[in-house]
């Protein structure tokens, strides 16, 4: 304990910005994947063979790459290519990539789970597919995938920590662990504290995940 | 299941709507194929298709110091699956138990491993552990904070498939006079298991990508081996490519045998 004490004296402000870099970087990732994912699943469902053909190879490479791979590629081979992209950017390129894919897989077993019956109703009440899909699929679709989508944001915030790779002026919560455990004996404290900000986050997301299922989930 | 959604949604389009289709077919696959060129011409104008960043590909020795590195990811990774299944287990249990001196822990050790990133723990073990005198093999300070962290996944994995388990099923054994663990070990788990098949191999294919991290700890796996594939030959988006390209077919095959292994049962 007095460990911990003496870690948060000196370094109190240090975790502070740390966990708040760690909240920015989850933000600002999961909400752009979760617009271009959805995108990706209703394209998915348009009946244009190409396109479906290139969103299905998209949603299997960046589901099955490891997200490490994808900032590395990003950070170190990309200048290759005379595309240059800065450190933080391309942390949240790489979950919002990643996010986008898991997405538009988790919405399309959401769409899986909706009985063909009403779609035929729909389609003889004299709906138009695009408005089907709009008015009668997605809706139902974002409702039942309220938890994968909760444990989604949760593994993306715990993502975040791969920002620790790259040298970047702030510091993320494993970053700031890594320095204060090269920089002093204090590095099982410095775990203790980062280990409970992102426990205490993760839950906080679970709490709010399952209150919203609860709301909206849909009884069959 | 006998037609998929879409089918249903666009089953029977008139003359017109399958001209327009058709039309936006062509147009999509039109840019696809000039996005395709785009990226090949960029590839080109950087001088990245020149032979010397490609031609090591051609030697055998390039190859077989790949393989050695995928064989490393798959030796940690099945160590990790093996922990983690087996914890797994046992946190599961610890977590349905009646008494809370039982569950209460269980569940602090479930949150805490599920709530904190997989790389932390790694940091803790390369870099925390040794300066108290505990000193792990680059192998077990790559796989076990991996088989630890998918362990709490493992077991909320197997909660939820618990649950899925209609409680008729558990009423029905109990009148049939089995005793709580025999209908656990006999008539829950097993039917749990089958309905999270698919989760589990998902699981398996997240272990295989935190294995990435094994160029941390310097543990010889396939990134590490790229690693120093391209400080011998300079090519980096070459190498690059080929190992996500390796990463991606590997976790692809494990997410469609999960897949196969998930469909008998509808």
């Known amino acids: 304990m007095g460990e911990v004490s003496r870690l948060l004296a000196d370094y109190g402000p240090a975790f502070w910005q740390a966990l708040l870099l760690t909240w920015k970087l989850t933000v600002v990732s999961f909400v752009p994947g979760v617009m271009l994912g959805t995108v990706v699943a209703v394209l998915r469902l348009m009946p244009l063979p190409p396109l479906r053909m290139a969103l299905t190879v998209y949603v299997e490479i960046f589901r099955n790459i490891p997200s490490v791979a994808l900032l590395i590629f990003i950070v170190f081979a990309l200048p290759d290519l005379n595309i240059v992209i800065d450190y933080e950017p391309s942390v949240i390129l790489t979950l919002t990539l990643v996010c986008s894919a898991f997405t538009a897989d988790y919405l399309r077993s959401g769409i899986n789970t909706i009985p063909g019956s009403q779609i035929e109703a729909a389609l003889s009440l004299g709906m138009r597919p695009l408005q089907i899909v709009s008015a009668v699929v997605l809706p139902q679709a974002m409702r039942s995938v309220v938890q994968p989508m909760t444990s989604l944001l949760i593994a993306l915030m715990l993502s975040t920590s791969l920002a620790s790779q790259l040298p970047f002026p702030g510091r993320e919560l494993t970053a700031l662990v890594s320095k204060i455990a090269n920089d002093s004996a204090l590095g099982i404290a410095a775990f203790a504290v980062a280990a409970t900000m992102y426990v205490v986050t993760g839950l906080l997301i679970a709490w709010a995940g399952a209150a919203l299922e609860k709301k909206v989930r849909i009884l069959r | ?266």
């Open chain 2, 1 to 266: 299941m006998s037609r998929s959604l879409e089918d249903i949604l666009f089953a029977a389009p008139g003359p017109q709507a399958r001209a327009v289709t058709n039309a936006v077919s062509a147009i999509a696959a039109a840019v696809l194929l000039l996005l395709a060129v785009a990226i090949v011409f960029r590839f080109h104008s950087a001088g990245q298709l020149d032979a010397p960043y490609w031609e090591f590909f051609a030697w055998p020795t390039t190859w077989s110091f790949l393989a050695k590195g995928l064989l490393g990811t798959l030796a940690s990774s099945a160590m990790a699956a093996v922990i983690s299944l087996a914890l797994g287990l046992v946190l599961l249990l610890g977590r349905l138990s009646r008494l809370r001196l039982m569950r209460w822990p269980s569940i602090a050790v479930i949150e805490f491993l599920r709530g904190t990133p997989t790389l932390l723990l790694i940091y803790v073990c390369f870099l925390v552990l040794p300066s108290v005198g505990i000193k792990l093999s680059t192998y077990w300070m790559l796989t076990l904070p991996i088989g630890l962290s998918t362990a709490a996944v493992v077991a909320e994995v197997y909660r939820a498939g618990v649950l899925a388990v209609p409680r008729g099923q558990t009423d029905a054994a109990r009148s049939l006079g089995l005793t709580e663990v025999q209908v656990f070990f006999f008539v829950v788990f097993p039917q749990a298991l089958r309905y999270i098949v698919p989760a589990l191999v998902a699981q398996l294919v997240i272990v295989v990508k935190d294995t990435t991290f094994g160029y941390v700890v310097t543990y010889g796996e396939l990134m590490q081996n790229a690693k120093v594939l391209i400080a011998n030959y300079h090519s980096l988006v070459p190498v690059y490519l080929v190992v996500a390209a390796l990463y991606c077919l590997v976790n692809y095959a494990i997410s469609k045998a999960s897949q196969r292994l998930g469909r008998p049962m509808h």
